[in-house]
């Protein structure tokens, strides 16, 4: 899973979900790689480890947004306790886009959804601030796209539901944007 890709201090950044250690889902960590020609890449190595109580069981997709200068990693935090998920979405800040120090939990599931509930997309928001797109479950067992704005990228605010499915038990993977004046929202649904 790629996540993030954004021009940053003279670089282009591609983060991406890795084990660094098995061919498994055992230990999801985010990698990353540089590049200044999008053609040309060099691995950097980790950026984000499941090192936190908030991430434990795994570091999931999100996205990369630059907020007054620095590089914001916004992205699920998994646990699992007790056979259970927890999800929370998690932000890490970077002034050098090579050191990361992770915020912890900046939205944790409302009420109405399932645990199934990740990968934040940040943007700027038009009218100033920021916007988030989360891909979730209802507790109903179907599909929907949550959106939370926020004036500063750090305090979230649950705002509207953006899209739902009558056929998808998940949407997973989110992204918001603007393509000559229209605004699109791009998705990806799972069947169980």
């Known amino acids: 899973d790629p996540n993030g890709l954004i021009w940053y201090k003279g670089n282009y950044y591609v983060f991406f979900q890795w084990n660094r250690f098995a061919k498994d889902h055992s230990s999801k960590a985010w990698g990353f790689a540089t590049s200044s ?7 950097q190595g980790s950026a984000l480890l499941p090192d936190q109580p908030y991430d434990a069981q795994g570091v999931y997709s999100g996205s990369a947004i630059e907020i007054d200068g ?10 699992k306790q007790d056979g259970h998920r927890i999800s929370r979405q998690c932000m890490a800040v970077s002034a050098d886009g ?13 009420s109405g959804y399932t645990e199934h509930f990740r990968d934040p997309k940040v943007i700027a928001a038009p009218e100033g601030g920021y916007q988030m797109v989360i891909g979730a479950q209802q507790s109903s067992g179907l599909g929907a796209v949550l959106l939370l704005v926020s004036p500063d990228g750090r305090q979230w605010l649950r ?3 953006v899209g739902t499915s009558q056929l998808y038990q998940m ?12 605004t699109v929202l791009l998705y990806c649904p799972q069947r169980r």
């Open 171 to 182: 949407i997973e993977c989110p992204d918001l944007f603007t393509l000559d004046g229209a």
């Open 70 to 79: 620095k590089l914001h990693l916004y992205y699920t935090g998994n646990v």
């Open 98 to 110: 090579f050191h990361f120090q992770k915020q912890g939990s900046v939205f944790t599931t409302p």
């Open 159 to 161: 705002c509207c539901v």
């Open 37 to 43: 020609d999008l053609v040309h890449w060099q691995f």
